[in-house]
């Protein structure tokens, strides 16, 4: 699996999309940071960006990579490897290099203008760790749609509207819910709804670190009080990784069935 | 007698008279005759001035009946020893000057302040520091006083076991200036007291307000800084305030605002900064005000508008970077709001007379979704929010259709 792995890993390294993805977050921490030297404030910035762009980036490069390796991916099934390692080993080659690009793209500009020195540190690494795994989560769900999918264009538009669902429509439908069931006690369901969203949780987990939380008023304090202690930031964290061991354990399951 | 005669006659008289006074003098001291502040003021003629010298001197309960001047060079301090009461002033013209007083001690049942003016006039208060307070000054029917330069430092924590910094009841005509207040429950907190003026104060960390009006009115405000408290102002139930270029800032929290008018008519809003409030000005049934000139920069809400209010006119503000502009919690509003400059507005100006061609809706769907439904607070920042807010500012259905900017300004007010 490892030499899988790396060689999916400096494939991908070595191609100019991984180039371009990561002179691209360089570019906009630089910009940020120059346009506005507060370092607190460029976080509130950032994410944005990142609960918007990491999910769609994450899938479509999953779902391009997967259509175009398949020939490869064919080949190598024909060698006595192991199905699950040449799954796994592309899925953590993709998802590693964008991981990579996201940390180095926005690290060294923050690092250059005194991260260390700054008290916003802390909401930083957040914004990395919940950035990490959101590509984690996304590649891998990419990856589910293009196994179920031979045909190209299908699992493209599978894999847009599972990002199209889960960034806009779905908070959509939670919007419409909550002023639906007003009349109805609604703090553990926004809490639920959340969780299951992992936009949604980490776009929650980073305001509730910024002084922006005070604007969420009681619901925000509901949040707080769960999220705010080390079992609900763990138990968060726990729930990120449930999104990406589920998918990865699909993928795995399902590579070992499929006819190719 | 001619007229000059007279007035050199008068000169000469007033001249004795003061030289007198200055001969006269009492001091206190640890080593005089007059060994406490209270002997001192039981052996002062109305109008004689009462010199304390430094050290410390442990009393309570000085009562000054008559005219005279208490004033320390040398920064004495009066310590309270938490007996309630320390400074208590029952006669007109009458000036504390210089000390530092500790220790009032706090009670339930009564409201004991460092000092206390009882229906006295012409007092002067000045350049003194009070630590460890209950109440610090506190004025019941006092008339035309002045309170400058004095610095009190408290250490509430509740609300309901600290007393107010400087606290009015019934009194009028009361300068209060210069003055900077500390961790109290209000900074400055008047009760049926009108034509006060408040200027050039610093308050600061008070637990509940950092100035508070109830039933007070023609009072006037200006150049204060309200910093870091519960909440900045509150203004209740008081008619002709006038509020002139003070600073709200950083009174953030999940119930904290710059500023709250409740039943305010007929005031005047015109030069203030509100700078990272959680609510900039939180307003509720208040009618016939003037905001005019002020900045709302980087706030939660700059404007929440919670009912009943009528014939409000918004001109020349700067709205900059708050999340929400204004909120409305109704689809009426006979309020203006023109010519007012909004950091979110993106119409064009082709005419080029400095006014934008295409209205600004400064009421978002989402802020008016919040106000319905609290908890739906949880989305902002989502995409999906900035969505709907989108395609409600290009037609409006759900928030107040006539409010608008019709001529939102291009560029910042000066």
Same mark, same amino acid.
């Given at each position: ?116 020195? @700054?008290? =916003? /540190?802390?909401?930083?690494?957040? *914004?990395? %760790?919940?950035?990490?795994? &959101?590509? $984690?989560?996304?590649?891998? +769900? ?14 493209? @538009?599978? =894999? /847009?509207?599972?990002?199209?669902? *889960?960034? %806009?429509?779905?908070?959509? &439908?939670? $919007?419409?819910?909550?002023? +639906? ?17 992992? /936009?949604?949780?980490?776009?929650? *987990? ?55 | ?414």
């Amino acid at each position: 699996m490892l030499k899988i792995l790396k060689y999916s890993f400096f494939d991908l390294i070595r191609s100019r999309w991984s180039y371009v993805y990561l002179a691209f977050y360089l570019l906009l921490g630089f910009v940020l940071l120059f346009l506005n030297n507060d370092l607190s404030k460029a976080v509130i910035t950032l994410m944005n960006v990142i609960i918007i762009l990491v999910p769609l980036i994450g899938t479509i490069f999953g779902v391009m990579y997967y259509y175009s390796s398949k020939e490869f991916t064919e080949l190598l099934l024909a060698q006595p490897i192991k199905r699950s390692s040449i799954f796994i080993g592309q899925y953590l080659g993709v998802a590693l290099s964008l991981v990579m690009s996201l940390v180095i793209g926005l690290g060294l500009p923050f690092i250059l203008y005194g991260l260390f020195e @700054s008290a =916003a /540190i802390w909401d930083f690494s957040l *914004l990395l %760790v919940t950035g990490a795994m &959101l590509t $984690l989560i996304f590649t891998a +769900l990419a990856f589910n749609i293009a196994l179920y999918n031979e045909n190209k264009i299908k699992g493209f @538009s599978y =894999a /847009i509207l599972l990002w199209l669902f *889960l960034a %806009v429509i779905y908070d959509g &439908l939670f $919007l419409l819910s909550l002023i +639906l069931f007003e009349e109805y006690p609604l703090d553990k369901f926004t809490l639920i709804a959340t969780v299951f969203n992992p /936009i949604d949780l980490s776009r929650i *987990l980073i305001l509730l670190k910024l002084d922006i939380s005070a604007l969420l008023g009681y619901t925000g304090a509901i949040f707080n009080q769960f999220f705010g202690t080390s079992l609900g930031l763990i138990s968060a964290l726990g729930m990120l990784t449930l999104w990406v061991i589920l998918p990865v354990w699909n993928i795995k399951s399902k590579a070992q069935k499929k006819d190719f | 007698m001619t007229k000059a005669a007279l007035f050199r006659f008068l000169f000469i008289v007033l001249i004795s008279f003061s030289f007198s006074n200055g001969f006269t003098q009492i001091e206190v001291c640890k080593t005089c005759p007059i060994k406490t502040i209270k002997e001192g003021i039981k052996q002062a003629k109305p109008h004689q001035k009462v010199i304390i010298k430094a050290g410390v001197y442990k009393e309570h309960m000085l009562i000054i009946d008559k005219p005279l001047t208490l004033i320390t060079t040398e920064k004495a301090t009066i310590d309270g020893e938490n007996q309630g009461d320390i400074i208590q002033i029952f006669a007109d013209s009458v000036t504390i000057d210089g000390f530092q007083i500790i220790h009032v001690g706090s009670s339930h049942t009564t409201d004991y302040s460092a000092i206390r003016v009882d229906k006295a006039a012409h007092f002067l208060i000045q350049n003194l520091e009070l630590r460890k307070i209950f109440f610090g000054v506190m004025l019941a029917k006092a008339k035309h006083g002045t309170i400058t330069n004095i610095k009190v430092y408290g250490d509430a924590v509740q609300q309901h076991n600290s007393g107010n910094a400087i606290h009015l009841w019934h009194s009028h005509h009361i300068l209060i200036d210069k003055n900077e207040l500390y961790k109290s429950r209000d900074g400055i907190y008047l009760e049926f007291s009108d034509d006060c003026i408040i200027s050039n104060n610093i308050s600061r960390e008070n637990i509940r307000y950092g100035l508070h009006f109830m039933f007070s009115n023609r009072d006037e405000y200006r150049n204060n800084t309200f910093e870091n408290n519960g909440a900045g102002v509150a203004v209740m139930f008081s008619k002709k305030i006038t509020m002139i270029d003070n600073h709200f800032q950083y009174n953030w929290g999940s119930a904290s605002y710059g500023l709250l008018l409740k039943e305010i008519n007929d005031a005047e809003i015109i030069g203030n900064t509100f700078q990272e409030n959680t609510i900039g000005i939180n307003v509720e049934g208040s009618n016939r005000i003037n905001y005019k000139n002020n900045d709302f920069r980087s706030n939660g809400w700059a404007i929440k508008v919670n009912g009943a209010c009528y014939n409000n006119v918004f001109i020349q503000n700067n709205f900059l970077y708050n999340s929400f502009d204004v909120s409305y919690n109704s689809k009426m509003n006979n309020n203006s709001f023109n010519e007012n400059f909004w950091s979110g507005y993106t119409g064009y100006d082709l005419d080029k007379d400095g006014l934008g061609d295409i209205p600004y809706r400064p009421v978002k769907l989402f802020s008016y979704v919040v106000n319905r439904t609290p908890n739906t607070i949880i989305l902002m920042r989502s995409l999906f929010v900035d969505i709907i807010d989108f395609s409600e500012s290009v037609s409006p259905a759900f928030t107040p259709d006539n409010l608008m900017d019709e001529r939102p300004l291009m560029k910042q007010v000066k």
